[in-house]
């Protein structure tokens, strides 16, 4: 028992140094080595994949679908830039209090879940992500203006709107980039604890099966809106880092059905691990991308790609990418060094 | 000691428990029947699935039909599943541990407790292993080690042997036998499986149709006439 204590206490101890190498890898060395696209692209990814880190806490760690996570992140957006415009609060705190807020109309929107599971709570929240997008083209962001709306009437397109404001420490392009990448490894953490204590071993249960969670004395309906609460919480975060990161967001960049792509990408990746998140980060911001600004194909091709991909998962590999591409490598390294071995013995028997 | 008094449930057009009154006294008591006579619904009442729509049951001295469904656990029910439900994403650790959290035991002596129900039942891989990388006779173990976590006061088993051969079943009586000694709950069994249940019950409760056929000693009990003809079919029947 001892030695198997250890045996994790060791292997948490190498992932810790990989996983801390890997972010100072990503927070110092990648500003040096790509250019100002390529820095605002993985500023995007880097955001994204906490909007995909919150549909895998709620589908991956407790069974509940939901579709609504990216209209989550455009309330978590509007609200960072309506708090902007009109606080002078340090940034650390918008951040906060704009998680809090959102996970308020998370916890809302996740009181649904209570009753309806599966198809119907997808649908539902799924609804939720297309009412959010109707009201945002109405309203759409706060530009610095009065009123609820903090909008002035300056039509979309004008160019005197002042951006939504950075931390005071991180207002130039890649110091903020730094800053939106420890943030998400912020939010991971904090997920990563969430999952491998007492919430995560009741979410587990719960998606097990319910009627075994409730005979093992789980208050099923706290623990769903917990889940819901985390999720809306980082989701709300995430919105704020984008408002500042884009300065001036706009309604027309949310759709309905990036909600949608990002459950398909999420699935992708994988919904099992918290790496799965980083990947669908990676597939939602950063394929687009080299698709249309490095390679000059319409990115609605990703569509397709997209589709083949979650139907290669759904079928053969529930786990995702994160979990199969490690096994389908070693398959590949175990089907190298065989042939290999094989053609030097038949080498040296000739 | 548990005591039901008058247990009536109605689904529908349906009555799967007919005003049934029935004590099980302690140790590991037995009840069975034949497919359909009520015992698993007997065990959703106790859980809290299913709201009794008359009878009593009163367990140690409480009335256990009046706590709220999640709370049960906390007072000391434990149960297993037909379809053995272990979580499969979780290791066998923090299956068992995920029990005793719920429990309202100590936290400083998890760790222990947790490891002393997995030791109790006899289950040698490692606690690190997740419970989906286990087999058949692995899960039943860590499904009775959920159940004997945390101060049980009352095991309910459904049939916990389901789907295992002959002779791993053997080695589930024996843990089974020990419970009461250990844990100081009170266990109740249900399996088709006879051998399993005269292996581990001093007394057996036989239902059919949602009403008691007979209680008392299990030897006793598999040799009623009026349990062979429910439960076993005569020979004349034949």
């Not at chain 1, 101890?13 to 972010?23: C, F, N």
């Not at chain 1, 950075?166 to 990563?192: E, H, N, Q, W």
């Not at chain 1, 609460?229 to 027309?252: D, E, K, M, N, Y």
């Amino acid at each position: 028992m001892a030695r198997a204590v250890g045996g994790i206490d060791r292997r948490l101890a190498v992932r810790a140094v990989l996983i801390t190498g890997a972010l100072i890898f990503v927070v110092f060395a990648v500003p040096s080595l790509v250019g100002a696209d390529w820095l605002t692209t993985f500023a995007s990814v880097s955001i994204y994949s906490i909007s995909a880190l919150s549909f895998g806490i709620l589908y991956g760690r407790v069974g509940m679908i939901s579709l609504g996570q990216v209209a989550l992140l455009s309330i978590g957006c509007w609200i960072g830039a309506r708090l902007a415009y009109a606080t002078h609060i340090p940034f650390p705190f918008l951040l906060l209090i704009d998680g809090l807020i959102t996970m308020g109309i998370g916890v809302l929107l996740g009181l649904t879940s209570v009753r309806l599971s599966g198809l119907y709570l997808a649908l539902i929240t799924l609804m939720f992500a297309g009412a959010t997008t109707i009201v945002l083209s109405v309203t759409d962001f706060p530009n610095g203006g009065g009123g609820f709306k903090g909008r002035t009437a300056t039509g979309v397109l004008s160019t005197s709107t002042p951006p939504v404001r950075r931390p005071s420490i991180a207002t130039g392009d890649t110091a903020f980039y730094k800053y939106i990448v420890v943030v998400t490894a912020l939010m991971f953490l904090l997920a990563l604890v969430h999952v491998a204590t007492k919430p995560g071993r009741a979410w587990a249960s719960i998606r097990e099966s319910e009627p075994a969670a409730l005979a093992a004395g789980v208050n099923i309906t706290l623990y769903k809106l917990w889940a819901f609460a985390l999720a809306s919480f980082v989701t709300g975060v995430a919105g704020c880092l984008l408002a500042a990161q884009v300065g001036v967001p706009r309604a027309i960049t949310f759709q309905t059905q990036d909600s949608l792509t990002l459950a398909a990408t999420s699935l992708i990746g994988g919904i099992f691990s918290l790496w799965g998140a980083i990947v669908a980060g990676i597939f939602n911001q950063l394929l687009p991308f080299l698709f249309q600004a490095q390679w000059n194909i319409n990115s609605n091709f990703l569509l397709i790609l997209f589709g083949a991909g979650l139907m290669q998962v759904l079928l053969t590999a529930p786990g995702g990418l994160v979990d199969q591409f490690p096994k389908d490598m070693a398959k590949l390294g175990r089907f190298v060094w065989h042939s290999l071995r094989s053609l030097t013995r038949r080498g040296s028997a000739s | 000691m548990i005591e039901v008094k008058g247990l009536t449930v109605r689904f529908a057009g349906v009555t799967p428990i007919d005003d049934m009154s029935v004590v099980f006294p302690g140790g590991t008591c037995g009840l069975i029947g034949p497919n359909g006579a009520g015992k698993t619904t007997f065990f959703n009442v106790l859980s809290g699935f299913v709201k009794p729509a008359a009878g009593s049951i009163s367990a140690f001295g409480e009335d256990l039909l009046r706590m709220a469904d999640f709370r049960r656990a906390r007072w000391g029910l434990r149960r297993t599943f037909q379809t053995e439900m272990a979580i499969e994403k979780l290791s066998v650790y923090d299956n068992v541990a995920m029990i005793h959290e719920h429990s309202g035991a100590k936290r400083g002596t998890r760790r222990h407790d947790v490891a002393t129900a997995i030791e109790f039942v006899g289950l040698e891989t490692p606690s690190t292993t997740k419970v989906g990388r286990l087999g058949a006779r692995e899960r039943r173990l860590v499904e009775l080690a959920r159940a004997v976590v945390g101060k049980p006061r009352v095991v309910l088993l459904d049939e916990p042997a389901a789907g295992l051969p002959e002779e791993e079943t053997s080695h589930l009586s024996a843990v089974i036998r020990k419970i009461p000694g250990e844990f100081g709950a009170l266990v109740i069994l249900v399996d088709h499986d006879m051998s399993l249940v005269s292996a581990c019950c001093e007394t057996t409760a036989v239902v059919d149709f949602g009403k008691l056929v007979a209680s008392g000693p299990t030897a006793e009990i598999l040799r009623n006439e009026q349990v062979m003809k429910a439960y076993l079919g005569t020979e004349t029947d034949i």
